[in-house]
């Protein structure tokens, strides 16, 4: 007569490593064939996209983009690929995470790119940037409250495509320069119009009369101070000298 092993199941025997392996094994069946129904069921079909962002313009066309997916299983959606699509579509916007929710929907969360400036392009083409000079669509989609100050750059715009970092040492000084200014007094931004170089200075045009200001490098803070203290004084045309101690000096703009 046969009699069972009365031998128990010693952890780190020979026996012990087969029934662990035939386990793990018919774990992992059990879960990929239990993941495979998932993605074949019509339970798990999309219905629903959720955009959660500061751009109601910019939301709507996410929602719009991504109604292509609907009625497709929830766990056959590359929640890799997709992001990096929005990405290339929409270069306004710094990152994007979509997650799978409960109810058969999506939710997608972003963070927009803070354009710094404008820079405009020697052929007139212009697009905004950031503050690292990383080249963005000139599209607002409603969610810019404040007109932005051009940068005046010598460049051709055919060298550059959108998603670049732009390197031009001249196009970085300018844009280093309006940081100093924004950072002294952040409302003034309002009252520059553009920013160029002129005999390797840095100049502004106010947005008002179009008068070129040059406020040199120094107690830069201070200047802008004397300059609004006078700004309702000058008449149009000029140039506007704050580069000497508590004084301005004017004459008429010749360049």
Same mark, same amino acid.
């Given at each position: 007569?046969?009699?069972?092993?009365?031998?128990? +199941?010693?952890?780190?025997? %020979?026996?012990?490593?087969?029934?662990?392996?035939?386990? +793990?094994?018919? @774990?992992?069946?059990?879960?990929?064939?239990?993941?495979?129904?998932?993605?074949?069921?019509?339970?798990?079909?999309?219905?629903?996209?959720?955009?959660? /962002?500061?751009?109601?313009?910019?939301?709507?066309?996410?929602?719009?983009?991504?109604?292509?997916?609907? /009625?497709?299983?929830?766990?056959?959606?590359?929640?890799?690929?997709?992001?990096?699509?929005?990405?290339?579509?929409?270069? @306004?916007?710094?990152?994007?995470?979509?997650?799978?929710?409960?109810?058969?929907? +999506?939710?997608?969360?972003?963070?927009?790119?803070?354009?710094? *400036? @404008? @820079?405009?392009?020697? #052929?007139?083409?212009?697009?905004?940037?950031?503050? $690292?000079?990383?080249?963005?669509?000139?599209?607002?989609?409603?969610?810019?409250?404040?007109?932005?100050?051009?940068?005046?750059?010598?460049?051709?715009?055919?060298?550059?495509?959108?998603?670049?970092?732009?390197? #031009?040492?001249?196009?970085?000084?300018? *844009?280093?320069?309006?940081?100093?200014?924004?950072?002294?007094?952040?409302?003034?931004?309002?009252?520059?119009?553009?920013?160029?170089?002129?005999?390797?200075?840095?100049?502004? %045009?106010?947005?008002?009369? /179009?008068?070129?200001?040059?406020? /040199?490098?120094?107690?830069?803070?201070?200047?802008? $101070?004397?300059?609004?203290?006078?700004?309702?004084?000058?008449?149009?045309?000029?140039?506007?000298?704050?580069?000497?101690?508590?004084?301005?000096?004017? %004459?008429? *703009?010749?360049?």
């Amino acid at each position: 007569m046969f009699k069972a092993s009365n031998r128990r +199941l010693v952890r780190g025997s %020979r026996r012990y490593f087969i029934y662990f392996f035939l386990s +793990l094994v018919l @774990i992992i069946l059990t879960t990929v064939g239990t993941f495979e129904i998932i993605k074949r069921t019509d339970l798990l079909k999309l219905e629903k996209v959720q955009v959660v /962002g500061n751009s109601n313009e910019l939301n709507y066309r996410l929602e719009k983009d991504l109604g292509k997916y609907y /009625g497709i299983n929830l766990y056959q959606l590359d929640l890799v690929e997709i992001p990096d699509t929005l990405l290339q579509s929409y270069p @306004i916007i710094e990152d994007i995470s979509i997650k799978r929710r409960v109810h058969n929907r +999506l939710k997608v969360e972003y963070t927009m790119e803070s354009p710094f *400036a @404008i @820079i405009n392009f020697a #052929d007139g083409k212009n697009y905004y940037i950031n503050r $690292d000079l990383k080249l963005l669509e000139r599209v607002n989609y409603g969610y810019l409250q404040k007109s932005l100050p051009i940068i005046s750059a010598k460049l051709k715009s055919d060298k550059y495509r959108i998603g670049s970092v732009i390197q #031009d040492s001249v196009t970085i000084a300018m *844009a280093d320069y309006l940081s100093i200014v924004l950072e002294e007094k952040p409302d003034f931004q309002d009252k520059i119009s553009d920013l160029f170089v002129h005999n390797d200075k840095i100049y502004f %045009r106010e947005i008002f009369r /179009g008068n070129i200001v040059f406020l /040199g490098n120094e107690n830069i803070g201070n200047k802008i $101070d004397l300059f609004m203290s006078h700004f309702s004084s000058f008449a149009s045309g000029l140039f506007i000298d704050l580069s000497y101690k508590n004084q301005i000096v004017t %004459r008429k *703009a010749d360049f």
